[in-house]
């Protein structure tokens, strides 16, 4: 009776947890990912043993707390296994791939398609050795060449502009404009000629739709007096222009 009913149980729909009572009523050893306890457990019910060779759970039960140390270790490395197979990096926020690849000594910089492409290679077994190749390199850029850099807000635009070495300053359509001829092979020479290109960039800028404190910061760039009325700021800028 005993062995029929250790026949019926479907390992394969049991948790974890329930293949490792399943392990240790039967004696055996509980340690390992899923696969390993299914397969364990499978050998053991299908083997020709006797019952009467098989190790009952009374004879198990003055070893199960000297092993239990152990075992919690070997649990926490097993889920850790099961959770690293079973992550979806795809439904994960920008926040949480840079700390998946923080724990896993990646790099943490760049788009979110880089990010997921990274760590997706480094649970493959390839993470580390790929990530200092030439080839990711090439191909983390042919990603970022993809990236809508319009509808990106300033922000964002000024930490793509710092994670390429460019210069993060300028109105939206300016850090745009640098980033795009970035990505198209002409980063340097753009950067060398940024304050020609800033000023052409000013002269289309609508100071009226701009705040005081943004009028400020144009009037600073631009080494004028910052004090005065909105109304005063803008005719002050339009003059400069």
């Known amino acids: 009776e005993v062995e029929e009913e250790e026949e019926v149980p479907d390992f394969k729909t049991l948790k974890v947890a329930e293949l490792r009572e399943e392990?240790?009523?039967?004696?055996i050893d509980s340690t390992g990912i899923k696969k390993t306890l299914i397969k364990r457990l499978t050998d053991f019910v299908e083997s020709p043993e006797p019952a009467?060779?098989?190790?009952?759970?009374?004879?198990?039960?003055?070893?199960?707390?000297?092993?239990?140390?152990?075992?919690?270790?070997?649990?926490?490395?097993?889920?850790d296994e099961e959770s690293v197979e079973e992550v979806d990096f795809k439904s994960m926020k920008v926040a949480e791939l840079r700390k998946e690849c923080s724990s896993r000594n990646l790099d943490g910089k760049g788009t979110k398609a880089v990010l997921i492409k990274r760590l997706e290679e480094a649970v493959q077994g390839g993470g580390e050795e790929e990530e200092s190749?030439?080839?990711?390199?090439?191909?983390?850029?042919?990603?970022?060449?993809?990236?809508?850099?319009?509808?990106?807000k300033v922000a964002e635009l000024?930490?793509?502009?710092?994670?390429?070495?460019?210069?993060?300053?300028?109105?939206?359509a300016l850090?745009?404009?640098?980033l795009e001829e970035a990505d198209q092979g002409g980063g340097e020479e753009m950067q060398e000629s940024s304050e020609e290109e800033s000023e052409g960039e000013e002269e289309t800028i609508d100071f009226k739709s701009m705040k005081v404190a943004e009028l400020r910061?144009?009037?600073?760039?631009?080494?004028?007096?910052?004090?005065?009325?909105?109304?005063?700021?803008?005719?002050?800028?339009?003059?400069a222009c």
């Open 23 to 27: 392990c240790e009523k039967r004696g």
């Open 52 to 79: 009467s060779a098989k190790r009952t759970i009374e004879d198990v039960d003055g070893e199960v707390a000297e092993k239990e140390v152990v075992k919690k270790a070997d649990v926490e490395e097993a889920e």
């Open 133 to 152: 190749s030439e080839e990711e390199e090439e191909e983390e850029m042919e990603v970022d060449e993809v990236v809508d850099f319009k509808s990106l």
């Open 158 to 172: 000024r930490k793509e502009c710092e994670s390429r070495n460019l210069d993060s300053k300028g109105t939206k």
């Open 175 to 178: 850090l745009i404009k640098r």
């Open 217 to 239: 910061a144009e009037c600073s760039k631009r080494d004028l007096d910052t004090k005065g009325v909105k109304a005063v700021l803008i005719k002050r800028l339009e003059a």
